[in-house]
């Protein structure tokens, strides 16, 4: 078990050594999925977050709401703990993920 844990421990560790080799321009959210260790899960649930804020953002704008800080605190409610709001909004930006949505988190930053 030891010897398993140890090849598990060397695998992480060449897997962060392998991120600092590549460049990351077009997959800033890609990289900060695999930096802060979230599963596909975790990641499937980050995109329906988004998916039902977009929605709501869109029905607020439709009812000319212009004040989107409720949003953006639901967002960080329930944003994954391991995920901070600033660096997972700039990647959804640079990557182009959800950029409508992101933009309008990003006025509340």
Same mark, same amino acid.
């Given at each position: 078990?030891? !010897?398993?844990?140890?090849?598990?421990?060397?695998?992480?560790? =060449?897997?962060? /050594? +392998? /991120?600092?080799?590549? !460049?990351?321009?077009? =997959?800033?959210?890609?990289?900060?999925?695999?930096?802060?260790?979230?599963?596909? !899960?975790?990641?499937?649930? &980050? $995109? +329906?977050?988004?998916?039902?804020?977009?929605?709501?953002?869109?029905?607020?704008?439709?009812?000319?709401?212009?004040? &989107?800080?409720? /949003?953006?605190?639901?967002? +960080?409610?329930?944003?994954?703990?391991?995920?901070?709001?600033?660096?997972?909004?700039?990647?959804?930006? %640079?990557?182009?993920? $959800?950029?409508?949505?992101?933009?309008?988190?990003? %006025?509340?930053?």
């Amino acid at each position: 078990m030891d !010897k398993l844990w140890s090849k598990i421990e060397r695998l992480e560790y =060449h897997q962060k /050594l +392998l /991120l600092k080799m590549i !460049k990351s321009e077009g =997959h800033e959210f890609d990289r900060l999925i695999i930096e802060k260790n979230l599963d596909e !899960k975790e990641t499937a649930e &980050f $995109y +329906l977050l988004c998916e039902e804020l977009s929605k709501e953002a869109q029905k607020q704008k439709a009812d000319k709401f212009v004040f &989107f800080a409720p /949003l953006f605190i639901e967002f +960080l409610y329930k944003l994954n703990p391991k995920l901070e709001a600033v660096e997972v909004i700039d990647a959804c930006l %640079k990557q182009n993920i $959800y950029p409508q949505l992101m933009k309008i988190l990003q %006025k509340n930053l």
